[in-house]
């Protein structure tokens, strides 16, 4: 009854889609995944399966529809300079970075974050802070591992949750700062760095959904400095 109210429907239609004797519209079963706070990937599967196509199926981050938002994400990423800036999918390839990000991190796209920086010993030798780091990595993955069921995300988050299994954090090493923080050596300097991590308001493509875009900040007077340089 509550559902039906939600969507201006009557409790009779909602009863005959859960017991098949009435067909799911398109707009219909868009309107349900998006009460149900359903991912857009996922909503396009149960279009599928009701035998309807979604209108976004196929469609490539560079396509001319989205060219929009793709600049507006190469904006942000050239504007945050001089400090670092990038931004991945869901399963934390990296798509695009700035030069600041580049340099710093020696991170390119089509690398992965997760193998090339989070479970890589030799990246990771660059952090003061690494097992608490990890841990909200993988805070993160588990987060998102109700929503992103596939093979591949899930092999990610079991790796990640191995490397957590040696760390034995005690939780006074998890809650340091109001949010995560890291102390990067770079030059000689330890840089404390804090990020916000962005993403596109009510997206209707899992394209859009599922990017990210992270913009790094220095949280001190010597690591505002480093950058200013």
């Not at 580049?102 to 802070?129: K, M, R, Y």
Request: charged content about 20%.
């Amino acid at each position: 009854m509550e559902l039906a109210s939600q969507l201006g429907m009557s409790t009779r239609n909602i009863s005959f889609l859960e017991t098949g004797r009435s067909r799911a519209t398109k707009p219909t079963v868009v309107r349900l995944a998006q009460f149900l706070n359903i991912p857009c990937r996922s909503r396009d599967q149960l279009l599928l399966s009701c035998g309807i196509q979604p209108n976004e199926q196929g469609l490539d981050f560079h396509n001319k529809d989205l060219e929009p938002f793709y600049n507006a994400i190469t904006l942000m990423l050239k504007k945050h300079e001089p400090y670092p800036a990038f931004t991945f999918n869901r399963w934390w390839d990296l798509l695009e970075v700035n030069q600041a990000a580049s340099t710093l991190f020696q991170l390119a796209p089509g690398q992965n974050i997760i193998e090339n920086c989070i479970l890589n010993d030799d990246w990771l030798a660059g952090v003061q802070n690494g097992a608490q780091v990890i841990w909200y990595f993988y805070h993160e993955m588990r987060n998102d591992l109700l929503h992103f069921q596939d093979e591949r995300f899930k092999q990610l988050f079991l790796r990640i949750e191995n490397k957590v299994k040696t760390l034995n954090l005690a939780d006074d090493d998890l809650v340091t700062h109001p949010a995560l923080c890291s102390c990067f050596l770079a030059k000689g300097i330890n840089l404390n760095l804090t990020s916000i991590v962005s993403r596109f308001r009510v997206p209707q493509t899992a394209q859009l959904e599922e990017i990210k875009i992270e913009l790094v900040f220095p949280i001190d007077a010597e690591s505002e400095a480093f950058f200013t340089r």
